[in-house]
Every structure is written in C-alpha cells, then in structure tokens.
C-alpha cells in the first residue's frame, strides 16, 4: 500500500502563505481523487478540498478564493497552496489518495501542522 508524506506545514502569520505538498510512495496504477482534509483541536475532521482523475476541484466555504488544490500526474504528488491565511485555518492538514494499485486502495498521510498567529 502506498505511504502518504505530507510537508510544507509550519508557523505563519494572518495573512500569509504557506504551500503543503504530500508525496506518495509506492506504485499507484490511476488516482480517482486526491483530497486535503483537517482537524482543529476539540473539532471533527473536515473536507478542505478535493482534486478528482479529471482535474476538477472542489473546496469548503471556507477556503473558496485562498486555497489552490493542485496535482502533478507524473509524480502522483499533492499541493495546497493556501493564501491569506487566518487564524481559524490553524488545524493539522491530512492527505488522502482514493487510489488503483493493482485493487481498489485508500490511504492517508501522517498529517502536517499549520499554525496561524493572529
């Protein structure tokens, strides 16, 4: 099964900019869809975004004109480009790849901290 490393998370002031990237390692026959997810102290996991086999995003409310879900094919890897960032983004970032490799696979990442200051 393939291993999910996510990186690029850290500290950052409101309203600045941080990129998140999750390498796969591992064979991966086609990718369905590649999602971005998070969990804030004391909340339940939520749905940040979503990148499908076509190349069609999705985003929560909440993150629609800072956030850019991206994907580069040819490395099965993930970003998040995540701008303006505010307060209420601060969570652990999780990736997850819905996924063939030989059969139907899921995986997700270890998760990745972003702390934002106001």
């Known amino acids: 099964q393939v291993q999910l490393v996510e990186s690029g998370g850290g500290l950052v002031q409101a309203g600045g900019s941080l990129r998140l990237s999750c390498a796969a390692s591992?064979?991966?026959?086609?990718?369905?869809?590649m999602n971005w997810y998070r969990q804030a102290p004391g909340k339940q996991r939520e749905l940040v975004a979503n990148?499908?086999?076509?190349?069609?995003?999705n985003y929560a409310d909440s993150v629609k004109g800072r956030f850019t879900i991206s994907r580069d094919n040819a490395k099965n890897t993930l970003y998040l480009q995540m701008n303006s960032l505010k307060p209420e983004d601060t969570a652990v970032y999780y990736c997850y790849y819905d996924y063939y490799s030989g059969l139907h696979f899921t995986s997700w990442g270890q998760g990745t901290q972003v702390t934002v200051s106001s």
């Open positions: 591992g064979s991966i026959f086609s990718i369905n869809a």
């Open positions: 990148i499908n086999s076509g190349g069609s995003t």
